[in-house]
């Protein structure tokens, strides 16, 4: 009996040592992991969607602002999960990780303030763009029926090419001969008869709109679309696969304590005939 | 070939008006996509008969519509038990410091979930300094307040709780009475199994604010492909309603609540209105930014019909007034009566249905 129950004891022990070792060496948390790296590779997805967004609503493809909430608040969302949520990277000991964290966090935030003065001028600049159709149609058909004034006309066309010259390139030097007819246009209006004056004063505030606007929509898209986002976003998931390297590397203990643990038994296993012989 | 440019004194006032509406349409074609200028190919032109501004049928394409259709109640998969926890709570008047209010006294069903004031009064026996927002729709609405904070709903909820104007009663005091209240208890026992907490009150107010969803008005059943949902006046409406630029900034699922954007951009409505308060300068009292100043959460539009008075200080008592006003300071101009009356049969069309009936 107590031949059968010693061996049954020592095979037991092993087997559970040998659970308990193999149990420890399996990336425990992997499905954390997973999760982390997850949210890394969501945050660099949404951002980028966010960017392709801006470029969008400026060319006018996109015309309604929700998706920039909706991806703001899902980086927001998911910066929060990985400094306290499932998936947390925040203080585990890796200072590098927490840096790059808090900075993600600070460049999210003050994206999210310069897309509100985004939204807002290029509201105002479509407002504008939008208007200007109608009102120079409705300027030909009354103010303007039966005027003669050609310098005017052509001053008006000037001031429109002007304009689009400078939405579309951005140079200054269109930007400064759009607004020298715009002025020159809201000289003359004075001297106009009451109605033309408005609708000419009105014309001219407008393209004036347009081009402030579309300064300050320009300005913006380039801080918006620049890579301090994208390059933290990388930097960090760098540094967290650096610190789950690492981390694997140091949980080796126990995978030495299981190499070992096979050894001893192959040793056994090799022995036990001769041990076996000598009895 | 460079074709010789026509001598300019040749050119009469139809020439002009021709050449400018061609550059003005590059204008407005700089920023517009590919996909819409085929679509405008197909556009029928006519005269709108009061101002020569053009008014077209669309042909609709959703995809580059401004607006988009509100997503259907059954979409939201929303818990029952938690939308009917926070309804109880967004209607109990003893959860307030004094027992005389709730969330409800502000924001009724029947009035478009505000309460038709131009400002409600408050529990510290003042009005409240601006009007009060309209709560149908929250859950799509993506900044919150006429300040425009992007917080979620739950926050919200507690901020209104706590404020000295809301209903003054700190979150714990809040948690004690729902404790001691063995309704409550048995309520939130059913749908929370660490009971009664103030997470978990936060969460069944912003369930019930989610539900408060009013999808299928006609103008949804339109933008879903329903062209006969809105008469040919409305449909005109409409077209001014983007023609005249209000879309720029009233866009999106909830026709705004997504942007900020100033009072006045051709004067300043405020100035111009007089007795200028703080509450009047809008974000700069939140950024202290001189460029703030006067600038609002772009109002939702929808079941705007019944949710007047109307702006940030509810001053204009009825959407002739309001309309008018934006044309005139958003865009420098008096709008033509004939055009304002067109633009607000369009947004009688966004009233929307609640609990399945219409509003």
Not at chain 2, 24 to 46: C, F, G, I, R, W
Not at chain 2, 64 to 70: D, Y
Not at chain 2, 237 to 249: A, D, I, M, V
């Amino acid at each position: 009996m107590q031949k059968i129950t010693k061996p049954l004891l020592v095979s037991l022990v092993v087997i559970a040592v040998a659970t308990y070792v193999y149990i420890m060496v399996q990336p425990g948390k992997l499905a954390l992991h997973n999760k982390s790296i997850d949210l890394l590779r969501g945050l660099m997805q949404t951002n980028a969607e966010l960017n392709a967004d801006i470029v969008k609503i400026r060319q006018g493809a996109l015309k309604n602002y929700d998706s920039l909430e909706v991806n703001l608040r899902k980086l927001e969302q998911k910066v929060d999960q990985l400094k306290n949520g499932e998936g947390k990277i925040y203080k585990l000991g890796d200072s590098d990780i927490d840096e790059k964290l808090d900075k993600l966090a600070a460049l999210i935030g003050n994206k999210g303030d310069q897309i509100t003065t985004f939204k807002l001028h290029n509201g105002l600049m479509r407002n504008s763009l939008d208007y200007l159709p109608g009102a120079l149609n409705d300027m030909y058909q009354e103010e303007l029926k039966g005027e003669n004034d050609e310098v005017l006309h052509r001053r008006i066309e000037d001031a429109l090419r002007f304009t689009i010259m400078y939405t579309i390139k951005g140079e200054e030097k269109w930007r400064r001969d759009a607004l020298a007819h715009i002025n020159w246009i809201r000289r003359v209006a004075v001297e106009k008869p009451r109605n033309l004056k408005l609708a000419l004063r009105s014309f001219s505030d407008h393209l004036e709109v347009v081009i402030t606007s579309s300064e300050k929509v320009n300005d913006l898209i380039n801080t918006l679309s620049d890579y301090s986002t994208s390059n933290t976003e990388n930097d960090l998931y760098r540094s967290y696969m650096n610190y789950y390297d690492r981390s694997l590397r140091q949980g080796s203990p126990y995978t030495t304590v299981l190499y070992a643990l096979v050894l001893l038994l192959a040793l056994y296993i090799a022995i036990r005939p001769l041990l076996k012989k000598e009895d | 070939m460079i074709k010789k440019k026509t001598p300019c004194h040749v050119l009469g006032a139809a020439a002009w008006k021709t050449r400018c509406l061609t550059l003005v349409a590059a204008l407005v074609a700089v920023a517009t996509p590919a996909h819409s200028q085929e679509s405008d190919k197909s556009l029928n032109y006519q005269s709108s008969g009061t101002t020569g501004l053009m008014v077209f049928d669309p042909g609709l394409n959703i995809d580059v519509e401004p607006i988009l259709p509100l997503p259907l109640t059954e979409s939201l998969n929303l818990n029952p038990k938690k939308v009917a926890l926070g309804e109880k709570l967004f209607n109990d008047k003893s959860l307030s410091a004094d027992g005389k209010f709730a969330c409800e006294t502000c924001h009724l069903v029947d009035k478009g979930m505000t309460d038709q004031k131009a400002h409600s009064p408050a529990i510290d026996g003042k009005d409240r300094d601006l009007n009060t927002p309209t709560m149908f729709n929250i859950g799509e609405m993506k900044l919150l307040t006429w300040s425009g904070k992007r917080s979620n709903l739950g926050d919200v909820a507690e901020a209104v709780f706590k404020s000295k104007k809301g209903l003054a009663i700190e979150m714990p005091d809040l948690v004690k009475r729902l404790e001691a209240n063995a309704e409550y208890k048995s309520l939130f026992g059913a749908v929370y199994d660490n009971g009664v907490q103030v997470e978990n009150v936060k969460d069944a107010i912003a369930e019930y604010m989610r539900s408060l969803n009013t999808p299928n008005s006609r103008f949804d059943k339109y933008l879903r492909g329903d062209t006969g949902a809105l008469t040919k006046e409305e449909r005109e409406g409409y077209q001014l309603f983007k023609e005249y630029g209000c879309s720029s900034c009233h866009q999106g699922v909830n026709i705004g609540g997504n942007m900020m954007a100033p009072a006045g951009i051709f004067g300043n409505f405020i100035k111009d209105r007089g007795n200028e308060t703080t509450a009047d300068l809008g974000l700069y009292n939140k950024t202290g930014n001189l460029g703030d100043k006067y600038v609002f959460r772009v109002p939702t539009l929808r079941n705007i019909e019944l949710t007047h008075p109307y702006l940030h200080d509810g001053s204009a008592d009825s959407l002739e007034k309001a309309v008018d006003i934006m044309g005139r300071y958003m865009l420098g101009r008096d709008l033509p009566v004939s055009d304002i009356d067109l633009i607000v049969k369009f947004l009688k069309t966004l009233t929307g249905e609640y609990k399945g009936k219409q509003l």
